[in-house]
């Protein structure tokens, strides 16, 4: 073996959990695509997902898919998570990426205030959110009432009961990234006065009901993995939590509530939390509460998240590093998986010189 390989290895390590086991280290993260028309994802999208499966990686997390609920995305070609058409094309999803040995999670999603006025589908539908504010500040629509509160909880108990039914591996609930769920635990863009509002610990009820709610209906052994962020798509300095103080009381009630898994997305994995330590915020949220993470961000690449046009490959030496000291427990992949669907396969078997370089033409074919 060369030395090369050795520093990879830990990556392609078996991962044990007491719900979840996979091949190896790698994770799939969750890409917005667009390729569903009608919300319906179709034979294509079964063999995306299955052609990254039979090229090693451990687990994938699909593309963000709308909650049964009128203003869950934005854009009528992004998948949603409910009705027979497109439950029976997560089924077929599902079952690509089973028969290469596979493991898949779907990513349960509801925009909120980022979605505009008029957007499809359902161009009637008003966004949500608990304020009704963009993270600009702007009022654009009434805070969300109770029973809002209420049918979104129940939308997501729902879709975790579907994903279940269907053979899925686990959920992973989106509160990251200025979306509904991470909306309620900003404050900025959470003002309310009622029990979903307030200190940090009032601002995580919403999320705590939903990962409630996915609980009582997946059962106590189906993976339930939380992803989260301080960073929002429109603001990258935005901060939830800015000490480990602060952030060790937002964590504890969602793990009180059932999460198994952490997703601490992060544009940049090697980038310190808080001073005085190298730990990223999946090294933090592990050390604060003992859960399994994933860690994320500009893997194998030196460029920005969602800089297509710069990024370049670089060396995987630090990112093995860290998971070879425990910081972290799994590394998910996004833009480089996107461009190679057989990533995981050469970094395995020594083969980096041969991975597709990064390049926006390319990518358009997103196969
Ligand atoms: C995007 O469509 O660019 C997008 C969607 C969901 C995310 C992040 C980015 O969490």
């Not at 509160?175 to 003002?191: P, R």
């Not at 994933?294 to 860290?322: H, M, R, W, Y």
Request: proline content about 5%; some cysteine.
């Amino acid at each position: 073996m060369t030395n090369k390989n050795t520093t990879t290895l830990p990556l392609f390590k078996a991962f044990e959990s007491d719900k979840l086991s996979l091949i190896n280290r790698t994770v799939m993260a969750p890409m917005t695509r667009g390729f569903s028309p009608a919300g319906v994802p179709g034979e294509d999208v079964a063999a995306y997902y299955r052609r990254r499966a039979e090229n090693g990686v451990g687990l994938i997390v699909t593309e963000g898919t709308g909650i049964n609920h009128p203003s869950s995305v934005s854009g009528a070609s992004i998948p949603v998570f409910y009705g027979e058409e497109s439950l029976n094309g997560w089924a077929q999803v599902v079952k690509e990426v089973h028969k290469v040995g596979g493991k898949i999670v779907p990513q349960l999603w509801h925009v909120g205030m980022t979605r505009k006025k008029g957007d499809l589908p359902n161009q009637e539908a008003l966004p949500v959110g608990p304020s009704g504010l963009e993270l600009s500040g702007e009022k654009v629509t009434e805070p969300m009432t109770e029973d809002e509160v209420a049918d979104i909880v129940a939308a997501f108990g729902q879709a975790a009961a579907d994903a279940k039914r269907i053979g899925f591996d686990g959920i992973e609930i989106h509160g990251a990234h200025g979306y509904l769920i991470d909306q309620f635990l900003f404050k900025d863009t959470n003002q309310r006065t009622d029990r979903y509002g307030g200190d940090i610990v009032g601002r995580t009820r919403f999320a705590v009901e939903i990962i409630e709610a996915c609980r009582r209906e997946v059962g106590p052994d189906f993976p339930i993995i939380f992803r989260y962020s301080q960073w929002k798509m429109s603001d990258y300095k935005a901060k939830l939590a800015k000490t480990p103080n602060e952030l060790e009381s937002l964590l504890q009630p969602l793990v009180e509530a059932g999460v198994d898994i952490f997703h601490c997305s992060t544009r940049r994995f090697w980038e310190p939390e808080f001073e005085g330590s190298d730990l990223n915020l999946a090294g933090w949220t592990k050390k604060l509460t003992g859960k399994p993470v994933i860690s994320v961000g500009s893997v194998g690449l030196d460029g920005e998240f969602t800089s297509f046009a710069s990024a370049k490959k670089t060396s995987l030496d630090g990112l093995t590093e860290k998971l070879a000291n425990d910081e972290f427990d799994l590394v998910a992949i996004g833009r480089s998986l996107l461009m190679d669907p057989e990533w995981v396969k050469k970094v395995r078997d020594n083969r980096e010189d041969d991975l597709l370089p990064f390049n926006k033409e390319a990518l358009q074919t997103l196969y």
